[in-house]
């Protein structure tokens, strides 16, 4: 927890009411996400009980397995959801924008949907079920012993490319609705307690007559706020069992459906406050601004989308059970470059955000009080001149970056800066010299064009953090040494992988 986010969480318990962690929503928020509200039966990992289902708040789909242990009614519940999930897919792949890869005379240009799905799930442990879900489903063969509908693999696949996703934090694919609106607001309570979604949201939109304290505790009463799952309530188990022994024992079919509309209306009304919980969720989110780098964000996963829909369309194999050693590595940089990314558009998009990295010595704020418009430095070839402006920057507070780091401010993020100098003054102050480069509308002399240079008395923020890094290089897969392997084959699935046991 950050020293901001602390005293934030102080500051909520004092107040009865959360407070913002930021001051724009750094999401995207899809015009009609599809929004999965699953259960599972107790003791086991994935067992399908129930799930609510869809993108209308008012209208969702039941999707109940009245007998969980039933191989074949396990796989009926996945072609249900299937036939709602891939509908919803293919409805965001009707409408193509263009879109340039690649530079110079490599560059290319291609098409990609101007929407990309987005699934929103109750919690944390609703991105873990998407992800062993699709793991148990994507395998199945569609011929032979045990043969499913095509539609489930096809399902699987889908999920496990979301949940994948969903490992990255500039992705907006696959959302847990807790750890979103914690990310936006703080609570008086502590991070696991912000798990259950009706106490997170007691907190954020209390009551008019009570705070978020006392609404977080009246949101623990089961009775009336059930566990959003995937887990289901210890009490309510208990009920289930009896119902699911009177449905295995009710002698003639109108006897068993008679108990299975008793499970479906239970297991509704399980579901059916967690449902509402998430779109009164999306809805204050939506009430925040969206940030600047969000729209950029989304477009990359359009583009992701686009190509794994190509990609499947050519019939494409389903997702390995496991990483080869050369995608690993591949994945983990990716990995690592997205969270480098994402933290940096987030401090650039948001001064709450950046203000956390001044405390932690990444970040300056100072006053412009001088500048040298008409400096030039040494060239890298004998006898050549550049142009170097620099500013002079007054700041009350510590720095501690030194000389030689490279800096860019949000204001100005096409504008290099490296620190030249710093000094101390006698009052406890600092004065930062930063030599500019770039930024000048692609002048290479002065005079710099209006406000491309700081004028006297701005206040500029300078940082570290660099959303246009490089990422990592990595050889393509096809040109992998000997030395790791060599290229990696292609994944074919085998007879044991369609038999995997879905538990």
Not at 309 to 331: C, F, K, S, T
Not at 447 to 476: H, I, K, R, V
């Amino acid at each position: 927890m950050s020293v901001l986010s602390t005293v934030a969480t102080l500051t909520a318990s004092r107040s009865g009411r959360a407070e913002r962690l930021t001051t724009v929503r750094h999401q995207h928020l899809d015009a009609k996400p599809f929004v999965l509200v699953p259960l599972t039966l107790a003791g086991e990992a994935c067992a399908p009980l129930a799930a609510l289902a869809g993108t209308d708040p008012e209208h969702p789909t039941l999707l109940t397995v009245r007998q969980p242990r039933n191989r074949a009614e396990r796989f009926r519940f996945a072609e249900r959801l299937a036939a709602l999930l891939l509908a919803y897919i293919d409805g965001c792949r009707t409408e193509t924008e263009p879109y340039t890869v690649g530079r110079g005379k490599e560059k290319e240009e291609r098409l990609r949907f101007q929407r990309a799905p987005q699934l929103l799930v109750p919690n944390g442990q609703g991105i873990a079920y998407v992800r062993l879900l699709g793991r148990l489903t994507r395998l199945r063969a569609t011929e032979g012993p045990y043969a499913v509908d095509p539609s489930v693999p096809a399902l699987g696949k889908w999920l496990t490319w979301c949940a994948e996703l969903a490992e990255f934090p500039d992705s907006g694919v696959l959302l847990s609705m807790t750890r979103l609106l914690a990310a936006h607001w703080a609570t008086g309570q502590s991070p696991s307690e912000d798990s259950h979604l009706a106490s997170l949201l007691a907190w954020i939109d209390p009551p008019e007559d009570s705070d978020g304290a006392r609404a977080a505790r009246e949101a623990e009463d089961r009775a009336v706020w059930p566990l959003a799952g995937p887990s289901t309530d210890p009490i309510f188990d208990r009920t289930l069992h009896e119902l699911m022994t009177r449905y295995d024992k009710a002698s003639d079919d109108r006897g068993r459906e008679a108990v299975g509309r008793q499970i479906d209306r239970d297991l509704s009304g399980q579901m059916l406050p967690t449902w509402r919980l998430m779109w009164r969720g999306v809805e204050l989110l939506r009430d925040l601004p969206e940030g600047a780098h969000v729209p950029d964000r989304w477009s990359r996963d359009r583009r992701w989308f686009s190509e794994y829909a190509e990609y499947l369309d050519a019939d494409g194999r389903p997702q390995a059970r496991r990483d080869q050693a050369v995608r690993a590595a591949r994945r983990l940089a990716r990995l690592e470059d997205a969270v480098a990314r994402y933290e940096a558009e987030r401090a650039y998009d948001d001064p709450l955000v950046l203000a956390e990295y001044e405390l932690t010595g990444e970040a300056f704020t100072g006053t412009v009080t001088a500048r040298d418009e008409d400096r030039f430095v040494p060239g890298d070839r004998p006898g050549s001149q550049v142009w170097r402006p620099t500013i002079t920057l007054r700041t009350d507070t510590r720095v501690g970056l030194s000389v030689g780091t490279e800096v860019k401010s949000p204001a100005r993020p096409s504008q290099g800066a490296r620190i030249h100098e710093v000094r101390q003054e006698d009052d406890g102050g600092h004065t930062v010299v930063l030599q500019l480069k770039g930024g000048f509308a692609n002048k290479r002399k002065p005079p710099a064009p209006a406000g491309t240079l700081a004028e006297t008395g701005e206040e500029l923020t300078y940082t570290t953090l660099n959303p246009t890094a490089m990422p990592s290089a990595l050889p393509d897969e096809e040109n992998t040494p000997w030395t790791h392997g060599g290229p990696p084959q292609p994944y074919e699935p085998t007879d044991e992988d369609a038999e995997e046991t879905w538990e």
